[in-house]
């Protein structure tokens, strides 16, 4: 009965700080990530990281994406493919640059420090993709750009992490096999979305089961996270193109209002209430500078490099600097390769604490920023 | 991203072997038990029992016994209170005895005995509940006298194993305190479900969040099952109180639209498959004959004696037949009971696993047993 406890717990926080949030005129998003770090070990302690909350927030990111894959207009996406890919290459090296330069002047080595370049060259897209649907942008151009960066991101930043991994620690990364394994997911993906999917999805309707088409859309879409991890892409990718192909079905909506109680009920608050939960204040003092130089570091480094890229490649300077926001957002990604990185020792113990602060930083400033910029779409000005 | 594989895998057998069992002429109920026994470890090995399928199985049916609640009407459970006091007490008394008579027989001591009696005391209602939603018999008067009675044969069970437990352990056990709590708990829930739930329902409708009164629905419900629990009840009668207090609102059909997929879309699945887990057939040969005269005597016992209870009070003959039935699944209250029966040394550990087979065996024998005395329900000849 104890997990049944920290459901009430976590659903009643982060929605009444998502209502609080925006009274305050901030997206909901932001109170609860708030809401997280509040509840988590380093103030109140009320919920403690446990493998439970970090499952259902897994499903619940998942889920996230599933749903933007199902709004996603894939038109768009394609006309906006020369952004993404110009917006994602230099919202990664910008960061690894001052990255690099910032790691190298607070002192660490040339290998720790390309690793915390890397650490923040990886984006979380779930946040800003939540963000833009409260405010109604998700179905832009800016949206479709964002969301295109966001995946060519996570397929460049596994492939450096996959290299600078197997060079630092002398293990030999089978690149070839790692990229092979990407091509091939994503010809599969395409292939099954296609012709099995909806295959799939009509057989399961003519069962006389309880919620036959909700069902078969979830086995549809974490058969495709599982495969992605398979193949060596992150999983939230995986059900981003799963929401992708079952958005031309005839079953979109129907699936689209029985996914939504599911993700927004129970999995997606402890997503946003798990983000805050690693955090921890002991000995930030010693380490002030650092954290604050790296904030801004993690801050600009894509606002620029994005930005930049939005801009070059046809967008207006308005939208170029929302799209630059809307990268900003660490999220789970950075923490779970920052940890990844202190297992291999690519990352310095003494920094942890302060580079899962940067992180969090960098995931809490993206919501007000997006606000800021965008602010809330009239849908019938679209 | 193993659990995600799990979960695909789970939804995908429960709901064909659902689907085919069907297609057999049987409630998808029974395929859905038999998938589980068939991927657990004692078969094919695919499922292993783990924290997270336990979680996601008791989640599973509490939002179950949530929808129960919420179907329920309140007007025919009232009515048929007389039938439920006698079949739940009738329903406890006759398997006592017999359990007690055929441990005895079977060599085991009289402590052991009386409490394998108690196991078989307790009704495991959620698998009748959601054959007869299936049937369409759920809100017959008969479905209305076994919530009830499933309902009091909790609160009796837990009463006597309390006692049983303090008595055969020497630990003193504070009865007052237990049945203070219980007292406590049926006044604070028909005082909360009566005025508070309304309320906070009506205060979270407002919120300009994500899914909000089905977010509040699912805190009401967990928030029940917690106070239950704390309270000496169990956490299903929790749920099902908070679906009747909010069956009385104006939100009742959406709340059910919205619960409906979380239920059935992924944690119902898990409470389904995680019955036929813990079973294992090692030394089964040994025992053979204890496990066919327990089977024989979990099926009589609650099948005579709740039938009784259910004739002597107004039922017709084939209807009792049917309540008496309905009352036979164990499933994962007696499952519980037995693992602290061995914990405490009051269950032999070598029947532990033919107790099982025969809580397991209790439950899997209800769905068809139902189906073959109620059939389908035509809805208008209500």
Redesign the interface.
């Known amino acids: 009965?104890h997990?049944?406890?920290t459901?009430?717990i976590v659903?009643?926080a982060s929605?009444i700080a998502?209502?609080i949030s925006?009274r305050l005129g901030q997206p909901?998003v932001l109170g609860k990530i708030i809401a997280g770090i509040l509840l988590g070990p380093a103030l109140l302690g009320w919920i403690q990281p446990s493998?439970?909350i970090t499952?259902f927030s897994?499903?619940g990111v998942?889920l996230l994406m599933f749903l933007a894959g199902l709004e996603t207009d894939v038109k768009s996406l394609n006309q906006n493919m020369k952004s993404a890919v110009a917006i994602a290459v230099a919202g990664v090296i910008v960061p690894i640059l001052l990255g690099w330069a910032g790691g190298v002047w607070f002192g660490l080595t040339t290998t720790e420090a390309i690793f915390l370049g890397l650490v923040l060259a990886a984006t979380s897209v779930s946040i800003s993709v939540q963000v833009l649907r409260e405010l109604g942008w998700l179905n832009s151009r800016e949206g479709a750009a964002l969301l295109g960066a966001a995946v060519l991101d996570d397929i460049i930043v596994i492939i450096l992490i996959a290299v600078a991994m197997g060079f630092f620690t002398g293990e030999s990364t089978n690149l070839g096999l790692l990229l092979g394994g990407q091509v091939a997911f994503f010809a599969l993906i395409f292939v099954l979305g296609r012709w099995l999917v909806p295959y799939f999805v009509h057989a399961?309707a003519r069962?006389?089961?309880?919620?036959?088409i909700?069902?078969a859309a979830?086995?549809i879409a974490?058969?495709f996270?599982?495969g992605a991890?398979?193949f060596g892409v992150s999983?939230i990718i995986g059900t981003y193109f799963a929401g992708i192909a079952l958005a031309r079905t005839e079953w979109a909506h129907q699936i689209e209002d029985?996914?939504?109680?599911?993700a927004?009920?129970?999995f997606?608050?402890f997503f946003f209430i798990n983000i805050g939960l690693p955090i921890s204040f002991d000995g930030v003092g010693d380490q002030i500078w650092f954290i604050v130089i790296f904030c801004i570091i993690a801050v600009i480094s894509k606002w620029i490099g994005c930005g930049l890229g939005a801009r070059l490649t046809g967008f207006n300077t308005k939208s170029s600097i929302g799209i630059g926001a809307g990268m900003i957002s660490r999220g789970e990604v950075a923490l779970i390769l920052a940890s990844m990185g202190l297992g291999a020792g690519l990352l310095p113990q003494s920094h942890y604490t302060s580079i899962i602060i940067v992180v969090i930083f960098s995931t809490l400033i993206t919501p007000p920023l997006l606000k800021m910029v965008f602010g809330k779409r009239d849908e019938h000005s679209a």
């Open positions: 009965m997990f049944v406890l459901i009430v659903l009643l929605k998502g209502q925006i909901s493998e439970l499952e897994e499903i998942l399961f069962f006389k089961i309880t919620e036959p909700v069902t979830i086995i974490f058969a996270a599982w991890d398979f999983g029985k996914v939504s109680p599911i927004y009920g129970i997606v608050p």
